[in-house]
């Protein structure tokens, strides 16, 4: 474990009183170069690839074989894109709100030959084109963040018990706000490696907006039911999660994910094994 985790750690634990959240400057990323920066950051080897990693075997542990699966803010689907082709068996609706993520993910979709992904342009507050009980799991991934406030993100979680039929499964990760502005610094140093400027910014924008580990708590209790638990990093929510129990065995994908493991650059097996360690820290085993 590098100094300079401990240090964040140290602050985290130690500072009484947080930094008052700041909403993204663009609630929806619709800037060309941003839009591909950030595409490209989840790329083998790129600054998302790791955590994708992590969160596509949670959210496979989920999935059954005929489900219908809705990926809220999907942006340019590269998570989406690896869960659906793990479960060919099952159907997903992608859906953002930004026109030119949607165009991304659809050109992934004919690039890489996925045939069981819809995408759809709506309002992850109001899920207008999902109808009610038409569900059967959710999974969101570093999307709801970028709400403008704590009221938009009880909109999504109200609309997301509406959509979902009566055996739910959730998996929503985020990042958790952080106490200091110098551990979200040193956290966007860390993914420096292999990141371009553009995606860095976008980092640091992501951390300042985060929502607390506290609310998050407090709307999952109200809207999401008993079987929804909240987890979050150890030490600090840097990595929060929101997840149902596991409705499969991924033991026969577990070889698929240690490889493409395997395959990451140092770094980004880093972020893997701190993932693992920190959130199994916080309550949540590994999925492989």
């Avoid at 371009?196 to 924008?205: G, K, M, S, V």
């Avoid at 929502?211 to 990595?239: I, R």
């Avoid at 395997?262 to 949540?284: M, T, Y």
């Amino acid at each position: 474990m590098d100094s300079g985790l401990l240090r964040a750690i140290f602050r985290e634990i130690t500072i009484k009183q947080p930094f008052e959240r700041i909403p993204e400057p663009a609630l929806v990323m619709e800037e060309q170069q941003s839009v591909a920066s950030y595409a490209d950051s989840a790329a083998q080897g790129q600054a998302l690839s790791g955590t994708h990693l992590y969160h596509c075997a949670q959210m496979c542990a989920l999935i059954k074989p005929g489900d219908v699966v809705l990926d809220i803010g999907c942006g340019p689907a590269a998570l989406l894109l690896q869960v659906a082709r793990l479960n060919p068996r099952a159907e997903f609706i992608g859906m953002d709100l930004s026109q030119n993520m949607l165009e991304v993910a659809r050109e992934a979709c004919h690039q890489q030959g996925i045939d069981n992904v819809q995408l759809i342009e709506d309002d992850m507050t109001r899920l207008s084109m999902i109808a009610d009980r038409s569900v059967d799991v959710v999974i969101s991934s570093m999307a709801l963040h970028h709400l403008e406030n704590l009221g938009q993100l009880e909109g999504t979680f109200r609309n997301i018990s509406r959509v979902l039929r009566n055996d739910r499964a959730i998996y929503l990760n985020d990042f958790g706000r952080l106490k200091s502005i110098e551990s979200v610094d040193y956290f966007v140093q860390r993914a420096s490696d292999g990141a371009d400027a553009d995606t860095l910014l976008d980092y640091r924008n992501s951390l300042l907006a985060a929502f607390s580990l506290e609310e998050f708590q407090t709307l999952a209790a109200s809207y999401l039911g008993p079987c929804a638990k909240v987890y979050s990093t150890a030490f600090s929510p840097l990595m929060m999660v929101i997840r149902t129990p596991k409705r499969r065995c991924v033991k026969v994908m577990k070889p698929e994910f240690r490889r493409r493991y395997s395959a990451l650059p140092a770094s980004r097996q880093a972020d893997v094994n701190q993932l693992r360690l920190f959130l199994r820290l916080g309550g949540l085993a590994s999925a492989f």
